[in-house]
């Protein structure tokens, strides 16, 4: 279209003149109070040990854990998820349950630190604490065994509560494991912790790094039988998240995040409880190494890659660059 004049009718362009024509109809915006970190914290190490795949990233001590919860609550960071590596590994991931393990250290520690000032969550999974690296107990033939994990996933749920978690992450992907840490939850009188679902969480080759960040890769086999299928359509993402909120989900989660936007927009479509995604290890490598290299510029990266999960429909982001991004966005 044109005027009588012969100039374009519409000037798009008209908006994007100036930085302050361009921030008055912006849409989308990161906040730091929607941004969570993970934290990884190992047992038994006298000194942070940094993960070779994820540059800037440390496997925490008990005391250096605290510091980065201090920090990032500083900066005005959201919320933090814990991720524990247990000196000893068995079978059973006898050290997702314990009183003393890792994480439920780290928690009451973390969470005489913050008080209730950021959001202090856990991953619930058994990935971390067993010798094979699955995130279920496994039968005899070598499958995880769903419904024997949840009972385990129960008793995960009321150790991280105990030690005084605000909200926990089961990232197992096991059917009907929302329930089972509902109903142990309510029923050992931890009805005001909240439930974060990993709800549709997909078998992905981004996890690569954070694998060697949490010691977990399988020892045999993959996650594929649990984890879904990148091939498939979104449709089966919105039927894991409907059925979570039924379940009792207060969030569900998409994950990863990049790769999976069509996936985060079609669950916020979907349900109306608030969505959050995990933008995760392979996807904060990957922007590393490029930069590392001088291909990009860091920055604006993960800035624009931030805002683009925002833009898709997630409230809350997951990002191992929480505490650096709101701490720039506070300046
Ligand atoms: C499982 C879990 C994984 C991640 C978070 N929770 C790994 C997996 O499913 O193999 C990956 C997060 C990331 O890559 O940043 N406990």
Same mark, same amino acid.
């Given at each position: =279209?044109?005027?009588?004049?012969? +100039?374009?009718?519409?000037?798009?362009?008209?908006?994007?003149?100036?930085?302050? @024509? /361009? /921030?008055?109809?912006?849409?989308?915006? @990161?906040?730091?109070? $929607?941004?969570?970190?993970?934290?990884?914290?190992?047992?038994?190490?006298? &000194? %942070?040990?940094?993960?070779?795949?994820? %540059?800037?990233?440390?496997?925490?001590?008990?005391?250096?854990?605290?510091?980065?919860?201090?920090? *990032?609550?500083?900066?005005?960071?959201?919320?933090?998820?814990? +991720?524990?590596?247990?000196?000893?590994?068995?079978?059973?991931?006898?050290?997702?349950?314990?009183? &003393?393990?890792?994480?439920?250290?780290?928690?009451?520690?973390?969470?005489?630190?913050?008080?209730?000032?950021?959001?202090?969550?856990?991953?619930?999974?058994?990935?971390?604490?067993? !010798?094979?690296?699955?995130?279920?107990? @496994?039968? !005899?033939?070598?499958?995880?065994?769903?419904?024997?994990?949840?009972?385990?996933?129960?008793?995960? *749920?009321?150790?991280?509560?105990?030690?005084?978690?605000?909200?926990?992450? %089961?990232?197992?992907?096991?059917?009907?494991?929302?329930?089972?840490?509902?109903?142990?939850? !309510?029923?050992?009188? +931890?009805?005001?912790?909240?439930?974060?679902?990993?709800?549709?969480?997909?078998?992905?080759?981004?996890?690569?790094?954070?694998?060697?960040?949490?010691?977990?890769?399988?020892?045999?086999?993959? /996650?594929?039988?649990?984890?879904? $299928? %990148?091939? /498939?359509?979104? $449709?089966?993402?919105?039927?894991?998240?409907?059925?979570?909120?039924?379940?009792?989900?207060?969030?569900?989660?998409?994950?990863?995040?990049?790769? #999976?936007?069509?996936?985060?927009?079609?669950?916020? &479509?979907?349900?109306?409880?608030?969505?959050?995604?995990?933008?995760?290890?392979?996807?904060?490598? =990957?922007?590393?190494?490029?930069?590392?290299?001088?291909?990009? &510029?860091? !920055?604006?990266?993960?800035?624009? @890659?931030?805002?683009?999960?925002?833009?898709?429909?997630?409230?809350?982001?997951?990002? #191992?660059?929480?505490?650096?991004?709101?701490?720039?966005?506070?300046?």
């Amino acid at each position: =279209m044109t005027t009588p004049a012969g +100039f374009p009718a519409s000037r798009p362009r008209r908006l994007r003149r100036t930085a302050a @024509l /361009r /921030r008055l109809v912006a849409d989308v915006a @990161l906040s730091p109070s $929607d941004l969570v970190l993970p934290l990884f914290v190992k047992e038994g190490v006298n &000194d %942070p040990v940094p993960i070779a795949s994820m %540059p800037g990233v440390v496997q925490h001590t008990r005391d250096s854990v605290r510091k980065a919860a201090a920090e *990032a609550a500083e900066a005005g960071v959201g919320g933090l998820i814990l +991720f524990g590596i247990p000196a000893v590994k068995d079978a059973r991931g006898s050290g997702a349950d314990d009183p &003393d393990g890792v994480v439920q250290v780290a928690l009451r520690d973390v969470v005489t630190e913050v008080g209730d000032d950021v959001v202090v969550m856990a991953d619930l999974c058994l990935d971390e604490y067993t !010798d094979h690296g699955h995130c279920g107990l @496994l039968t !005899d033939g070598g499958e995880v065994d769903n419904d024997a994990t949840l009972q385990r996933y129960a008793d995960i *749920a009321v150790a991280q509560a105990a030690a005084g978690v605000h909200m926990v992450g %089961p990232s197992g992907m096991m059917d009907g494991q929302v329930a089972a840490i509902r109903h142990s939850l !309510d029923s050992n009188g +931890f009805s005001d912790v909240a439930i974060l679902a990993y709800a549709a969480k997909y078998a992905s080759a981004m996890y690569g790094p954070f694998r060697d960040a949490a010691e977990c890769a399988p020892q045999f086999g993959d /996650r594929a039988s649990y984890q879904q $299928d %990148p091939a /498939r359509s979104a $449709d089966e993402a919105v039927r894991e998240a409907q059925l979570d909120v039924g379940e009792g989900a207060d969030i569900v989660m998409v994950k990863p995040a990049i790769g #999976y936007l069509d996936v985060v927009r079609a669950v916020a &479509d979907a349900v109306d409880v608030p969505v959050a995604a995990y933008n995760v290890s392979g996807e904060f490598s =990957m922007v590393e190494a490029a930069a590392a290299n001088g291909w990009i &510029d860091r !920055d604006r990266a993960i800035d624009e @890659l931030l805002i683009s999960v925002r833009r898709a429909g997630a409230g809350v982001v997951l990002t #191992y660059w929480a505490t650096e991004v709101a701490a720039r966005l506070s300046r």
